[in-house]
């Protein structure tokens, strides 16, 4: 058991239960101590306990041996902070995130951190911080036609920073893409491949209804080069409906007939972006990512063929 006692040296008392069968002449006994809290502290600090053993019978008399034991008590800061300011809560519209670890004021590197967020979703649920203490994950919107507070926390061992984000009501269309109906996510490249036409679904999450016009464009790029695609035709999405979008278009004008991949597109995954264009949609475009990739490699097996004979049978 472990007990205070006062007097004019306060300290804790370990005792141990399991008498008659004490810490035998040259022996050794371990105790675990569990410290229900800390003290608050602003800079490291040490703290010394000291351990008195009693010898005899029932430990109770005998001879007095003492120990001292070191406890240090280290101070962990950390400051959450995010930009932009604020956001609407369009479900798309990304807050970063900034959590700075330090240590008596030094900050401390490769220490992992974890976010919580009661609004919005977050890119990762933790992150290591770098050279400079600092590790960053991204906010993500809510939906909500009306304003929506997230309350965040940072947490490394029992340091936590706290944070909040004020997200306005957000009236209007909404357009948001519905995960897994990208088609085509694997694309070839090269002479003789065909035009490409992208479709997916979107999802009207907002209060009102619109009508896309063919100013509308899906758009991946490596860095080098850029495929854009406009909207075939004109496509209404009523407020909480789903509907297909064709992009197919090499123009504004619409029409379809499909777009050319530039064969010099470097292989790889690429992450679309819609730019959305329609009736009710204040400030276009509405920008919305499309979670799903698209990924550029092989070719379409085009070739020559090289006729070595031919024959022909006449009856």
């Not at 695609?229 to 004008?253: D, H, I, Q, R, W």
């Amino acid at each position: 058991t472990v007990a205070p006692f006062g007097g004019a040296r306060p300290g804790v008392r370990f005792t141990a239960n399991n008498n008659p069968s004490r810490v035998a002449n040259g022996g050794s006994c371990v105790f675990t101590v569990n410290y229900s809290s800390a003290p608050t502290v602003t800079k490291d600090t040490d703290y010394v306990f000291q351990f008195d053993g009693l010898t005899g019978a029932n430990c109770s008399a005998g001879y007095r041996g003492t120990a001292y034991g070191r406890l240090t008590v280290t101070e962990y800061a950390i400051a959450l902070t995010h930009a932009p300011a604020a956001a609407p809560a369009d479900g798309t519209s990304q807050i970063s995130l900034t959590a700075t670890l330090t240590r008596a004021g030094s900050p401390l590197a490769n220490r992992t951190i974890a976010f919580t967020t009661t609004a919005g979703k977050l890119s990762s649920g933790t992150a290591v911080t770098n050279a400079s203490g600092q590790a960053q994950v991204i906010l993500t919107a809510p939906s909500s036609s009306t304003a929506v507070t997230s309350s965040l926390t940072a947490t490394y061992l029992k340091a936590v920073g706290r944070d909040s984000v004020s997200f306005s009501a957000f009236s209007g269309p909404n357009l948001q893409y519905i995960g897994g109906t990208l088609s085509p996510m694997a694309v070839p490249k090269g002479s003789g491949c065909p035009n490409l036409t992208s479709t997916l679904q979107v999802r009207n999450v907002g209060t009102t209804n619109t009508t896309l016009n063919s100013n509308a464009f899906l758009t991946f790029t490596d860095g080098t080069n850029t495929f854009t695609a406009y909207l075939n035709a004109s496509t209404s999405v009523n407020a909480g409906a789903t509907a297909s979008l064709s992009f197919g278009s090499p123009t504004s004008a619409g029409g379809g007939g499909g777009v050319a991949l530039n064969p010099s597109f470097a292989n790889g995954s690429y992450a679309p972006s819609m730019s959305l264009y329609g009736t009710g949609i204040a400030s276009p475009p509405q920008v919305r990512p499309v979670s799903d990739s698209v990924t550029v490699a092989g070719s379409c097996g085009g070739g020559t063929v090289r006729i070595l004979d031919w024959r022909e049978m006449v009856k």
